[in-house]
Structures are given as structure tokens and as C-alpha cells.
């Protein structure tokens, strides 16, 4: 029976869970550190021989997790839902999860423990750097980038080429039009900065 551990038993980790079913994993067992029913990280780190993805929606958790688990040693493979499509050409790194329906083009490069959330385009050449979370129905405009720990809120738009921050918070519906620095919260059509200088990892999501 092919097994995978899923990190996180939140909501978000049902999901993730879903999207290893698509993928033939079978036996999914669920990790968790708090204080509840799983099996915590302790119990399996030694387990060298079953993937482990990771179910947390939090850019900042998730990216501790995820060095926590490399340095370990564990396999940490992307998960890709068979209905999104992708482009030959795009290159997407380790412990990266692909919902449904998600479209990424040409020669995009999608980096570490991102999550491409349902129904999102990643158009031509964009990046997608480490942490990143872009939400359900988000459209990215060819060549856009997007910095390290960033959330790109459920619904926005991205015109082309724009650069976008590291730890920066996009409000869901929002337009962007202009680059946006480190470290800020935007939102609206089109944004405007709600909230300068995040602390790193830009708090819950």
C-alpha cells in the first residue's frame, strides 16, 4: 500500500489529503504536534522510507516545518491534482502542492512548499518563490513575481509583469497594478497599503 504522512490536520491538511488520494496514495496518516489524537513528528522521524506533505496553511509554520523535516531526512514530494495543467516547461520544487484545476504556463518557475490553491493561473515566466500561498481563483498576469512568504488573497488579479514583495499580505479581490515592496499588507481595486512592515511570515492565514 503506497503511504504518505500528512503534516497538519487542519482543514487545509483534509485537502492535501484529497489531493494525495488523486495522486495514488492510499494509506494517509495524518501528523500533528499538538496535543490530540496523531501521531506527532517525534513518533515518525526516523521513518526514512514514507513521504511526508505537508498540511498548514500558514506560510511561516509551514516553512519551519518543512526545514525541520528536510534536515531529517525525509522525502518531501510535490503533489499535483491530476486536473491541473502543466506546462512542460514550468519547473516546480520539492513539498509543493498543485490543487484542482490549477494552470500554470509556460517556463514558470514555482519554488518550495508554495501552495497553488484551487483554480489559480500562474501565467508565462512567472515566479513563485519558497512559502508562498496563492489562494483559489487568483489570476497571475505573465512574468509576475512573487517574493518568499507572501499570501496572494482568494480572487485577486496580477497584471503582468509586477513584482511583488517577500512577507507581503494581498487582500482577497484585490487588482494589482504596482509593484509592491517587503514587508506590506494591500488590498483593494487597486490596492493601496493597509498595513507597512509585517513581521516575518506575515501571521496567520
Do not use: W
Not at 509583469?161 to 499580505?169: P, R
Request: glycine fraction near 12%; hydrophobic fraction near 40%.
Amino acid at each position: 500500500m503506497k503511504s504518505i504522512y500528512i503534516y497538519g490536520a487542519s482543514g487545509h491538511g483534509l485537502v492535501v489529503a484529497d489531493i494525495a488520494k488523486a495522486c495514488g496514495y492510499e494509506d494517509i496518516i495524518f501528523v500533528d504536534d499538538a496535543d490530540n489524537e496523531y501521531l506527532s513528528f517525534e513518533d515518525i522521524k526516523s521513518e526514512k522510507n514514507i513521504p511526508i506533505a505537508f498540511g498548514v496553511g500558514n506560510n511561516q509554520i509551514r516553512a519551519e516545518l518543512f526545514e525541520k523535516v528536510k534536515s531529517n531526512g525525509l522525502k518531501t514530494p510535490s503533489l499535483i491534482h491530476p486536473s491541473a495543467v502543466i506546462s512542460p516547461s514550468a519547473k516546480i520544487g520539492d513539498a509543493t502542492i498543485v490543487m484542482p484545476n490549477v494552470v500554470i504556463n509556460a517556463k514558470a518557475t514555482i519554488g518550495d512548499s508554495a501552495i497553488l490553491n484551487s483554480g489559480c493561473i500562474v501565467e508565462h515566466e512567472c515566479v513563485i518563490e519558497d512559502f508562498v500561498h496563492i489562494s483559489p481563483n487568483v489570476a497571475l498576469g505573465g512574468a509576475v513575481k512573487v517574493g518568499k512568504f507572501t499570501h496572494v488573497g482568494i480572487g485577486s488579479n496580477v497584471i503582468q509583469g509586477v513584482m511583488i514583495g517577500q512577507n507581503t499580505i494581498i487582500g482577497g479581490g484585490s487588482v494589482v497594478i504596482r509593484n509592491i515592496e517587503d514587508n506590506q499588507k494591500v488590498a483593494g481595486v487597486p490596492v493601496k497599503v493597509i498595513l507597512p512592515t509585517l513581521n516575518r511570515g506575515g501571521g496567520k492565514q
